[in-house]
């Protein structure tokens, strides 16, 4: 098939019929439901991009000779690190970088995954196979250009430090309760699939930061893909937050939320082929960081941040301009964080691939150290840029009439006259606001930050891991050899 186009994806989610729930009812048709049917259009419009841009976002399969998503080249080069970059960032623009799920951040995934399929060959019964399913499920998918969410987390029950074995019901987190000839039966629920129900697959694969570290528990240590109409599987969405108003007055939330789903299997049945974990807590705590999946993610992760902050710098910038307030100190102090938060990500993007190695793979690899950093700050400069957002905006992100509003004979001319700007009339301030809003202040915008603030993990979890990794040695040497020059200049020797 190749890399796919939107109307191709469409087609492909409607025909799949997942059993996806929403809102107190069971939805027949997610492309026509009010929830998804918008996010479903512009994740429509990111696979028609790979049509439009085919220089940057395709390249020709290894095995087929086909034209398929370049979010699936394995980078050999550090050029060819360079093309996923530019890549990265056409698909990110689409949304200025709202659209946390962009198909390239799983499908970097699989192909990490694919090609170091030999580090599932390793233990636990694995053998060959497990190796074998890997890899041939990276090809699988970089074939049919197949849409994914995925799913690490156990449910939020009991976060003291218990294995989900000793919770007090054992069978609610998802494990597997059954192995047949054919697969494994899997049963119980696991959070949290954003983009959940409408994607063609649910990959399933054990979270690392959420782990009691020292702990054994098998029976929910597995990683898998199967298709999302799986028999068994149910996809629980949460309520959703595009509230079906036109797209010029909820910019962001009309078009690009990307939903989150709570998975439930019911003896949902894993065939073989599709198991590349099998009961191995110690298979699954490396997983991440020994096929490196970890380290393209975040370069994919990066270069979207990046873009979300250009986009966010231009919104402020503009708000700015708009009240006239772009010659106060305090307010240029405020954009200038954000400049400076926008060159800090491009620097450790850039030094990730200019370090770049090949890996025990062969996969040219970034340099994770500048990525890690990166990925451990940006959730917190995340949610200060959405302050200077409010700080700035004030009274100007709740003055906001609707598009209703100024089509109305009546209160139109009004609405116009009273909420014009220092350099805009009242319709095109209205509408930079009212971004403004949808990234710091709606339920979307909102739902935003909790996801910058936690997609990777937990932050604090994530310190804890950085600073545990983290060479220490060469910053007490220096010190240490500091105070001892000091100590003999003072001359008391010891
Ligand atoms: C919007 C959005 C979207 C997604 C996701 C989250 C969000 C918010 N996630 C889930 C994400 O992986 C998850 O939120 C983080 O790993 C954190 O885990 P919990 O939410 O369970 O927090 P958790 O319940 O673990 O933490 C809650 C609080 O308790 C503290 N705490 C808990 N245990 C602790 C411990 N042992 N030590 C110290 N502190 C502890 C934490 O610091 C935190 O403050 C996800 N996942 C996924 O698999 N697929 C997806 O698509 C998404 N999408
Ligand atoms: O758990 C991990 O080690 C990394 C990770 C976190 C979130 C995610 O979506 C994928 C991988």
């Known amino acids: 098939m190749g890399a796919r186009t939107g109307k191709e994806y469409i087609d492909g989610i409607k025909k799949r019929k997942t059993e996806v729930w929403i809102h107190g009812e069971k939805v027949e048709d997610v492309t026509t439901h009010p929830a998804f049917k918008n996010v479903v259009e512009s994740v429509a419009g990111l696979y028609d991009l790979q049509h439009e841009k085919p220089e940057k976002m395709l390249y020709t399969s290894p095995t087929s000779g086909k034209k398929v998503g370049l979010s699936f080249i394995a980078p050999k080069t550090k050029e060819d690190l360079f093309k996923r970059r530019e890549m990265h960032t056409e698909w990110a623009t689409f949304s200025g970088g709202m659209m946390g799920r962009s198909p390239d951040y799983l499908n970097t995934s699989i192909m990490a995954f694919g090609t170091a399929s030999q580090f599932f060959a390793q233990e636990g019964g694995g053998s060959d196979q497990f190796a074998k399913n890997a890899a041939k499920y990276y090809e699988y ?15 939020q029950v009991n976060r003291s430090m218990l294995t989900q074995s000793e919770q007090k019901d054992p069978f609610l987190s998802a494990r597997i309760t059954r192995k047949t000839q054919d697969g494994i039966v899997v049963n119980g629920c696991r959070l949290l699939a954003t ?5 063609d697959e649910l990959v399933v694969f054990p979270s690392t930061i959420n782990r009691t570290p020292g702990t054994i528990d098998d029976p929910f240590a597995f990683a898998f893909a199967i298709p999302n109409n799986t028999p068994g599987l149910k996809f629980l969405s949460r ?6 108003k036109n797209k010029w007055d909820h910019p962001l939330g009309g078009r690009f939320d990307e939903s989150d789903a709570i998975i439930s299997f019911e003896d949902v049945l894993v065939p073989w082929e599709r198991v590349f974990v099998c009961e191995s807590t110690n298979i699954c705590n490396r997983t991440y960081a020994e096929t490196n999946a970890v380290i393209h993610m975040t370069h994919q992760v990066i270069c979207k941040n990046v873009v979300k902050t250009e986009f966010i710098l231009g919104v402020v910038i503009s708000m700015m301009e708009a009240i006239g307030i772009d010659q106060f100190m305090h307010v240029k102090e405020k954009a200038s964080e954000i400049m400076v938060i926008l060159e800090v990500m491009r620097s450790h993007l850039y030094k990730s691939e200019h370090n770049a190695k090949i890996d025990q793979y062969g996969n040219m690899t970034p340099d994770f150290e500048p990525l890690n950093a990166a990925r451990n700050w940006f959730p917190k ?17 709740m003055a906001l009439p609707t598009e209703a509003d100024f089509s109305n004979t009546d209160v139109g001319p009004l609405v116009h006259r009273y909420t014009q700007g220092a350099n805009m009339n009242g319709e095109e301030k209205v509408q930079l606001f009212r971004l403004a809003w949808d990234i710091s202040i709606s339920a979307f915008g909102n739902r935003q930050a909790l996801y910058e603030y936690y997609f990777f993990g937990d932050p604090v979890r994530m310190s804890n891991a950085y600073y545990d990794g983290f060479d220490k040695k060469p910053y007490k040497d220096m010190v240490t050899n500091f105070l001892n020059k000091a100590k003999k200049e003072a001359g008391i020797l010891s």
Request: proline share 2%.
């Open 239 to 244: 309520e959703s937050f595009d509230y079906g």
């Open 195 to 199: 983009l959940g129900g409408i994607t």
């Open 141 to 155: 998918a970089r074939e049919n250009d197949i849409s994914l969410t995925h799913t690490l987390i156990h449910p």
């Open 381 to 397: 400069m995340y949610q200060r840029m959405n302050e200077i957002i409010k700080i700035l905006g004030a009274s100007g992100l």
